[in-house]
């Protein structure tokens, strides 16, 4: 991870030097969720309107997106579980939600998720035209996974509930927003759990969002998902991708201060402009890179848990040490992800004769003692990236400095519309810097806080790239046009680097997900 953060971090600084000594001749001195690979796992295609979000937990956790007719639109794994589950299983989408819920409630009685000992299974739907309708759809699904169980000899419940993890994240979140209280549901925090897992939106400004933007930005992102998106592929892909995108994408959105440069613009109006692009497009990628490579979540399931810890979890859920197996992920380890995995299966099957409150009482105290080991964790991480954050907010005042030196030069010849226009455009800048400031000042930023400040930037981007652009002509725009596509033809080689690593870790993914699947058959076969 750090070697990632640090190569992105060199990259922005090594472009700010280049572009601050290309702007010092201006003066008269000699001093920026899908790759193509593989088949989409929802359709490929541009993603329709959606009308309703599902989510299935048995452990595996599926969630699915329908349309007004009641078809799948996506249907996307939620954990490693799942992946395996859908493996191989392209054909759910187009289907009626019923006969999807039927294949998929008949796999997991095949691969042995759905069995006597788990044979609660959490249904959580929202959307729909009205009350009436989304009351017809749940009764739907919870029909059809009843029939398709006991078609196997299996009695099921359904539970409207929610997992306890996810109920214990609501009420947490609820407790801190206190003011939410009336108008997120737990479905509606589902939701917002679910898009803020995209990367792009945070976990408050998703539960602002209408249940029908809400579900129609999950649709549009799962409808990207591809079969093998496992975590393990994820974090590679996102690895190539950082670095291959930073290099590339730095060059290109360089070009228009290129063009204006070769003609005869360097010292105009459109330069600052182009300046200001710049900053944006670099500050706001740099802090995305920040984000991922600090993501709380991946150290949350990635992070092997003390000896202690675990201990007392295993103390707390009354289980020998024949039985710590169970608590384990599928690569051996115990992580907070694979206990609360676990848990949900031990809260929703207990019976009606058990105290399912006492349950959660009983094991909350080593729960929460985990979670606070996973979260000083991520708190080191943070910490440890701070300086280079720090750097990055460096290395984008580098390039201020010469877009104001610019500013400076020639503001005696702007008219005043365009300086009122680029003191707001950059006040958004500087509002980010400060902000940004604070919270490494203030402590150690969550990825969320980082990805706020970054969407901003992002937003505040797009909308200078509109008014530059509104500036040049339509012959400047295709010279643009050609020069970017130059810069990526001549990374052709860095480009079939990346593609083979995007392969490479694709087919690891396949491999992995088709060898999980086939021991869950097999097993079920033995047994």
């Known amino acids: 991870m750090k070697k990632i953060i640090s190569t992105i971090l060199f990259i922005l600084m090594l472009s700010s030097i280049i572009l601050t000594s290309v702007s010092c001749s201006l003066f008269g001195g000699n001093a920026n969720k899908g790759d193509n690979n593989g088949e989409n796992n929802n359709g490929g295609q541009e993603a329709k309107k959606a009308d309703s979000f599902v989510s299935l937990d048995i452990n595996p956790e ?8 009641g078809a799948v639109l996506t ?3 939620e954990n490693e579980d799942a992946n395996v589950l859908l493996y191989g299983e392209e054909t759910l989408v187009g289907l009626n939600v019923e006969e999807a819920i039927a294949r998929i409630t008949a796999l997991a009685t095949e691969l042995g998720y759905l069995t006597e000992e788990n044979s609660t ?6 959307g729909c035209k009205d009350n009436a309708a989304l009351e017809e759809l749940k009764t739907k699904i919870s029909a059809k996974i009843t029939a398709t169980a006991e078609a196997s000899g299996l009695s099921v419940t359904i539970d409207e509930e929610g997992a306890y993890s996810l109920v214990r994240q609501y009420e947490a979140f609820i407790e801190t927003h206190p003011d939410l209280a009336s108008s997120v549901t737990l479905s509606k925090f589902k939701m917002a759990v679910t898009a803020r897992e995209n990367g792009d939106i945070t976990l408050e400004a998703a539960v602002e969002l209408d249940d029908s933007e809400l579900i129609n930005r999950i649709n549009n992102a799962h409808a990207e998902i591809k079969a093998y998106y496992t975590e393990v592929y994820e974090e590679r892909r996102a690895e190539a991708l950082r670095v291959y995108e930073m290099a590339l994408e730095t060059e290109v959105e360089k070009v228009y201060i290129e063009y204006l440069m070769a003609n005869g613009k360097g010292a105009s109006y459109e330069m600052l402009y182009a300046y200001v692009y710049q900053i944006y497009a670099m500050t706001s990628r740099g802090l995305y ?3 991922d490579t600090i993501e ?5 399931r990635n992070y092997e848990l003390s000896e202690e810890k675990v201990a007392a979890i295993v103390e707390a859920l009354g289980l020998d040490e024949s039985e710590i197996e169970k608590l384990k992920n599928s690569d051996g380890k115990i ?3 694979s206990v609360l995995d676990y848990v949900d299966i031990c809260v929703k099957n207990a019976g009606e004769d058990i105290d399912k409150e006492a349950i959660k009482a009983a094991i909350e105290e080593s729960i929460a003692s985990a979670e606070a080991e996973v979260k000083a964790e991520a708190n080191r991480l943070a910490e440890e990236y701070k300086p280079q954050i720090q750097a990055l907010i460096d290395s984008a005042e580098l390039i201020k400095g010469t877009y104001d030196g610019m500013l400076t030069m020639i503001s005696a010849l702007l008219p005043s519309t365009v300086k009122e226009e680029l003191s707001g455009l950059m ?3 500087n509002d980010a810097m400060v902000l940004l400031s604070e919270l490494l000042a203030d402590g150690t930023p969550t990825t969320d806080a980082l990805r706020e400040v970054a969407l901003n930037l992002e937003a505040s981007k797009e909308e200078t790239l509109v008014k530059l652009e509104a500036l040049l002509s339509d012959e400047a725009k295709a010279d643009i046009e050609a020069r970017k596509q130059a810069k990526r033809e001549a990374r052709a080689a860095e480009r079939e680097a990346f593609e083979k690593m995007i392969a490479d870790a694709k087919k690891d993914a396949e491999d992995r997900l088709a060898a999980l699947k086939a021991a869950r058959e097999n097993n ?4």
């Not at 299974?121 to 929202?126: N, Q, T």
Request: hydrophobic fraction near 50%.
């Open 75 to 77: 249907v996307v794994g």
């Open 296 to 300: 709380f979540f991946d150290t949350a």
């Open 121 to 126: 299974v959490s249904v959580i739907a929202d």
């Open 427 to 429: 006040k958004n800048y």
């Open 524 to 527: 079920q076969t033995a047994e």
């Open 335 to 337: 992580t907070l992800d």
């Open 62 to 69: 599926i969630t699915l997106t329908l349309d007004e007719n």
């Open 289 to 291: 890179a920040a984000a």
